[in-house]
């Protein structure tokens, strides 16, 4: 016998969660049906760096930063570059969700005691025009207390609506097909999976103990994206972008499946944009690894100089921290999968920070002392300098001729000469001795510095890199990191997704990732970054209360 309830989320991620409590305060009751143990709750967010993309805040402004609906909007639109018919609801929902980026977002997520690191980060600089890709301006605002700050309020409302009676959360339960009626969706069934106490992030078991079905009037799909399955990234992978890497590591859970979105698609459901897609290249092997393939993001500071495999000096203005896709087009052109860094300790140990929540103990612990540290401490922070110790991709020597030898022995190859690395990099260093350059990523450096938030924290000072009192030298492999999914479920502003014939599928809704964060793709081809969790809260809380209001 089917149990009910009046409205099904399959998973427990953010999307989820937000959708599931905006039910439950609704008054209507919801089932959360998740794959995964109850210590894996709030799926990738919780590993996150809780990274917002926020317009116009407290913070920005503190810190003289000049922001607007209109100048965010402008620089969404030119990092989206919605070029497709089927853009329509990606473009309305990426309107929407800027409105709310610049609005409620913020106050909504303070009354319910989320809090912002003071010093807003500046992700995604583009370096085309101003209709260009890039954030204009600073816009990266970290939750205070990272990926568990951002799920917190979140789980909290969510257990104390399970313990209200409203909300029953079924873990270890792996949906396998949704119910349909006359093409109403009515349910989902699946497979009940053997209890696994493995840690949050580690693969659990897939044995699966027996069968569920579970009846509701509404389903929403909030079941993630498919950066985890390397099958499916590869299957997907864009055919303007050439053959997919060779090699990827994976900067998400296996949970991270895309396994959901097929069923959904069978069920009749229109899959949009599937290859959009959002992957790093300044991946670096995790030396602690926690799910397959784990690997990290550095989020690069402007400084280190970049090289493809071939020892040429990435074109401006694919500098760190500049155009993540155009950096990605460029390093596929070269034939090799992986790329570069060089650079020095004086920039490592300001400029080096790594993603995701347990890279960043200070912010993630809530440590204003050891937060602190970031501007004054005269080493890379600890978790870079385990990797320093222990990551596979770093090298640190001396001399440049003797790192470029460990690089190739890296590489297992003989593609870099030092004398051509040599030759650019004192050119760049030429270039330092004015304050003003023709080098272009000497210019954003002096143009990063400009900003507070760069300059304390994150921005170097302007030094030669062979000078040998700002070593040693650092040469760090950065391979292609799988991460996000850009496309998804075409849905309308209610998160009601449409079906293959163009028409509203009744009682079905889909949130987060698995809805390309809403209509089905709203970052068109590229990211601003930090928009992903907003993403999540928006279209998993329009799908919550939209769901809530349409069950009697
Ligand atoms: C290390 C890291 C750092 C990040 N940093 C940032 C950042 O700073 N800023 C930002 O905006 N974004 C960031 N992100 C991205 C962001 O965290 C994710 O895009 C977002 O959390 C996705 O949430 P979701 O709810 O859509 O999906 P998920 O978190 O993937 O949750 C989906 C859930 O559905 C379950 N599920 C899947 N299929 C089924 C099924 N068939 N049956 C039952 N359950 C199923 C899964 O087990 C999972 O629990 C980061 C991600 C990572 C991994």
């Known amino acids: 016998m089917a149990e009910e309830s009046d409205v099904i989320v399959v998973g427990g991620g953010l999307a989820g969660l937000v959708a599931a409590t905006e039910i439950a305060d609704a008054g209507k009751r919801v089932t959360v049906v998740d794959q995964e143990g109850e210590q894996s709750l709030g799926g990738q967010a919780f590993w996150s760096l809780g990274g917002l993309f926020l317009v116009n805040s407290p913070e920005q402004r503190r810190l003289g930063i000049k922001d607007s609906y209109d100048l965010a909007l402008q620089d969404w639109m030119g990092s989206a570059g919605f070029d497709r018919d089927e853009d329509l609801w990606p473009r309305r929902w990426a309107e929407a969700y800027v409105a709310f980026a610049a609005g409620e977002k913020r106050a909504w997520l303070r009354a319910m005691g989320h809090r912002i690191f003071p010093l807003v980060g500046w992700a995604e600089r583009g370096g085309y025009d101003a209709m260009g890709h890039g954030n204009s301006v600073p816009r990266f605002h970290v939750t205070w207390g ?152 550095i989020l690069p500071g402007p400084s280190s100089m970049w090289f493809d495999a071939n020892g040429r000096r990435l074109p401006s203005p694919l500098f760190p921290g500049s155009d993540t896709l155009g950096q990605l087009q460029y390093i596929m052109s070269t034939g090799h999968d992986y790329s570069w860094f060089v650079l020095t300790q004086s920039i490592i140990k300001k400029e080096f920070a790594l993603s995701g929540s347990e890279q960043n103990p200070d912010l993630t612990g809530k440590s204003w002392m050891m937060t602190a540290r970031r501007a004054t401490n005269k080493g890379a922070p600890a978790p870079v300098a385990a990797f320093m110790a222990r990551g596979a991709d770093f090298i640190i020597r001396e001399k440049l001729a003797d790192l470029v030898e460990a690089m190739n022995a890296l590489a297992g190859n003989g593609l870099l000469r030092t004398e051509e690395l040599k030759a650019q990099i004192e050119a760049r260093d030429r270039e330092i001795e004015n ?75 889909a949130a987060g990732e698995a809805a390309g964060f809403g209509g089905g793709g709203m970052h068109g081809y590229r990211s601003l970054e930090g928009t992903f969790l907003g993403g999540c809260l928006f279209s998993g809380r329009n799908a919550g209360r939209a769901a809530a209001k349409a069950v009697s």
């Open 146 to 297: 990272t990926g568990p700050g951002i799920v917190e309020p979140f789980e909290r409302r969510a257990r104390q609506a399970r313990d209200g009676g409203r909300l029953t959360f079924k873990f270890r339960h792996r949906v396998d097909a949704l119910i349909a009626t006359n093409g109403t969706i009515e349910g989902v069934s699946g497979a009940i999976l053997e209890p696994d106490k493995a840690e949050r992030g580690v693969s659990s078991s897939r044995k699966a103990i027996g069968d569920f079905t579970l009846r509701a009037q509404a389903v929403i799909v909030a079941s993630g994206g498919i950066g985890g399955n390397d099958a499916l990234v590869r299957q997907n992978w864009p055919a303007w972008l050439g053959r997919p890497p060779a090699s990827m590591i994976s900067g998400v859970p296996e949970h991270v499946d895309g396994r959901m979105i097929g069923i959904t698609e069978a069920a009749g459901a229109r899959l949009i944009n599937r290859d959009r897609m959002w992957h790093y290249v300044e991946g670096i092997r995790n030396w602690a690894p926690i799910w397959p393939r784990h690997g990290i993001r």
């Open 435 to 509: 304050p003003y350059a023709k080098d272009t990523q000497v210019l954003n450096i002096h143009n990063a510095r400009r900003y507070i938030g760069d300059r304390l924290i994150r921005t170097a000072r302007l030094h030669r890199i062979l000078d040998p009192a700002h070593g040693p030298l650092i040469a760090v492999k950065l391979n292609i990191l799988t991460r996000k999914t850009l496309g998804g479920f075409e849905t309308d502003l209610d998160s009601r997704v449409f079906g293959q014939d163009g028409k509203i599928m009744p009682g079905l809704y």
